[in-house]
């Protein structure tokens, strides 16, 4: 079992810089998955940012350019550093860690609030 804690999440004012982290604990195997997913209220959970432990990273074409994943996997811990945050960036942030190897399995963080003010 795989626990997932985020962090780093409050309320900020648009175009103040906030830093998201993800720390995994448990059984954690290498080559998997993490991303960054966030929800608003009355709308769908939607992908954010995700990495590969090799690196390679993927974007919503909505933060291209303000936000960037990045992550150390001897901790096992997943960053979202977010530049210039906008009102429309507000939700409640999600952490989730998928495995392919030696087993399929997805883990999902409790989440963390984001409020971005004008």
């Known amino acids: 079992q795989v626990q997932l804690v985020e962090s780093g999440g409050g309320l900020v004012q648009a175009g103040e810089s906030l830093r998201l982290s993800c720390a995994a604990s448990?059984?954690?195997?290498?080559?998997?998955?993490m991303s960054w997913y966030r929800q608003a209220p009355g709308t769908q959970r939607e992908l954010v940012a995700d990495s590969t432990a090799g690196g390679t990273t993927n974007y919503a074409d909505s933060v291209k350019g303000r936000f960037t994943i990045s992550r150390d996997n001897a901790k096992n811990t997943v960053y979202l550093q977010m530049n210039s945050p906008k009102p429309e960036d507000t939700g409640t942030y999600y952490c989730?860690?998928?495995?392919?190897?030696?087993?399929?399995?997805?883990?999902w963080g409790q989440g963390t609030q984001v409020t971005v003010s004008s």
């Open positions: 989730k860690l998928e495995q392919r190897r030696p087993f399929m399995a997805t883990y």
């Open positions: 448990g059984r954690v195997f290498s080559g998997n998955v």
